[in-house]
Structures are given as structure tokens and as C-alpha cells.
């Protein structure tokens, strides 16, 4: 059995940063009995939205990932608070990313971002019948660009490149299914 090929042997925390926590574990491989370290990436689940108006447009923001060094084409999403469902994160940072509000919202999956290092859950939510309802509200490490693009337009803007987070991508595969 896969499952029963590795054994933890310790795990100890490397850094600790306010969204992430490193840690290190240690285990051992059972068919062969070697040991190895395996860097893992703790941290709270998180939810992208895809975000679509009455009349099909797609809300997308735009800001900088540090990862990347750029500006990145993405849907709104963010780590779940506490006890929070994946809904009513959706809910509330698409409100403080763009100002829009949904008339309905539905999970439509569950994705392990990197489950080689990750420990954390991406959740896929569609929200219909998107409206301006206020002003975005940023934190204060945020400067986002909020854009309108039909539904029609994605898989264009996904072979051109210009929608490249691979995390959004198969989120919107997530949706086409």
C-alpha cells in the first residue's frame, strides 16, 4: 500500500509568517529504509471565485504577486477566516477585492494547489448575478485593478497567455465541467 511506504519520524517548524508556517518532516521511505527531509507549506485554505454578471461577464482582478515578481491576471479569492465556509469567504473577498456583490454563490470544488509541499485546499466557488453593491475595500497591502471580460473570452485569454495563473485556469475547468 502506498499509504504505508512512509514513515514520519519528526517534523519541526522552520519559519512562521503571519498567512504561512514552514515546517520540516522528517521520513522514512519503507521499501528501502532510507530517510529523507520534506519541506511542507502549512496554511489555511483558501477560495478562488469566478465571479460572473447577469449579463456574463467574468469580474477579474489584477495586482502583483510577489512569487512571480509581476502583475498577474487572476479571479478574486483569499485564505478562509476561522470557521468561515468556502461560500461566505467567497462572499466577502469579493466584495473587499472589487466591490460586487452576488446574488447567489455555489461551491463547485475542491483542488491540492501543490500537495507536494502544500498542506492547504483551494476551493472553487461560483458566484452569479454580480453587481457593483460598494467601493472595494483593500487591505492596506493591496492595490487591485478590477476588470470586465465576457465568459466567452476565457479560453482565448488562456491560450494567449494572458491568463496564466494556473491556479484560475483550472478553476474555470473546474466550471466548463
Known amino acids: 500500500m502506498l499509504e504505508q511506504s512512509w514513515t514520519l519520524l519528526r517534523s519541526r517548524s522552520i519559519a512562521d509568517y503571519a498567512f504561512v508556517r514552514i515546517r520540516e518532516d522528517q521520513y ?11 519541506v511542507v507549506c502549512d496554511c489555511a485554505d483558501w477560495v478562488l471565485v469566478i465571479p460572473v454578471t447577469p449579463d ?18 487572476e479571479v478574486p479569492g483569499g485564505v478562509m477566516d476561522g470557521d468561515e465556509t468556502p461560500e461566505e469567504t467567497a462572499r466577502r473577498e469579493l466584495l473587499e477585492e472589487t466591490g460586487f ?19 492547504a485546499s483551494c476551493h472553487v466557488v461560483l458566484a452569479e448575478g ?18 470586465l471580460r465576457s465568459r466567452s473570452d476565457v479560453p482565448a ?5 494572458e491568463l496564466c495563473h494556473a491556479l484560475v485556469i483550472a478553476a474555470f475547468a473546474l466550471l466548463e465541467s
Open 28 to 38: 522514512r521511505f519503507e521499501p528501502t529504509g532510507l530517510e529523507a527531509p520534506f
Open 56 to 73: 456574463g461577464q467574468v469580474v477579474f482582478v489584477r495586482q502583483f504577486r510577489h512569487g512571480a515578481r509581476r502583475v498577474v491576471l
Open 101 to 119: 456583490s452576488a446574488a447567489s454563490v455555489r461551491r463547485l470544488g475542491t483542488m491540492l494547489p501543490n500537495p507536494a509541499i502544500h498542506s
Open 130 to 147: 454580480c453587481c457593483r453593491s460598494a467601493e472595494p475595500d483593500l487591505d492596506p497591502l493591496e492595490n487591485i485593478d478590477v476588470l
Open 157 to 161: 485569454m488562456i491560450r494567449s497567455g
